[in-house]
């Protein structure tokens, strides 16, 4: 089973903007989350896109990109890096949350990987709860969700052992080597013989 999630890697705003300069961060830098009450912050910096064995909790793919990227956008091509990079991969659920709720998504799971979508479907998504907001409510459901602590586990290590909540670097190629460092150091810190994990530098 594999747990699929996005941490945002926020960064410090640059000394020219708190010194009110005419610099500005770059715009595809920020997002925009719900906190914990509910209301919607902005976050500047990255995103780290990371599928998780529940399992054995080590991530198995993983992607860097902007802060404006949406988790969909991005959930094709980690799954197919995880099938490309490991030719076992053939997981039974694929586990997901809010941020991955969409039919494409879904379908993308069903069709190509041949497994089960196990998603915390978003309330606004009509036609998805009822078609599948059954399932959420049986215990084989909140039992395989209940899982996703295994990525959270894995952003604590990350950010706690490996300095991902303190980003130092600028532009993308940089951080996407800093987070590749960090899950390598990861990796061989908790040894998997049976999982290959590759990583390849975007453009």
């Known amino acids: 089973m594999t747990f699929w999630d996005t941490q945002r890697l926020s960064q410090r705003l640059p000394s020219l903007l708190k010194r009110g300069g005419r610099g500005r961060p770059p715009l595809y830098l920020w997002s925009v989350k719900k906190n914990s009450q509910g209301a919607q912050e902005y976050v500047y910096g990255y995103k780290l896109h990371l599928l998780v064995d529940c399992e054995y909790e080590?991530?198995?793919?993983?992607?860097?990109?902007?802060?404006?990227v949406s988790e969909q956008t991005r959930a094709s091509y980690v799954l197919r890096e995880a099938r490309y990079r490991y030719t076992k991969f053939h997981p039974r659920f694929v586990m997901a949350d809010k941020g991955y709720s969409g039919k494409p998504f879904m379908d993308l799971v069903r069709r190509q990987y041949k497994a089960k979508p196990i998603v915390d479907l978003n309330?606004?998504?009509?036609?998805?709860?009822?078609?599948?907001g059954a399932d959420m409510k049986t215990l084989e459901w909140k039992a395989?969700?209940?899982?996703?602590?295994?990525?959270?586990?894995?952003?604590?290590?990350?950010?706690?052992?490996?300095?991902?909540?303190?980003?130092?670097?600028?532009r993308l190629r940089k951080v996407t080597v800093h987070c590749y460092l960090s899950l390598i150091?990861?990796?061989t810190a908790f040894p998997l013989p049976s999982v290959a994990l590759g990583f390849g530098l975007e453009q």
């Open 58 to 68: 080590l991530p198995i793919a993983a992607s860097i990109s902007t802060g404006n």
């Open 185 to 187: 150091a990861l990796q």
């Open 123 to 132: 309330r606004k998504h009509k036609t998805l709860l009822a078609k599948n």
């Open 144 to 170: 395989l969700y209940s899982q996703r602590v295994a990525v959270e586990r894995v952003f604590s290590r990350l950010k706690g052992q490996r300095s991902l909540n303190s980003i130092r670097v600028r």
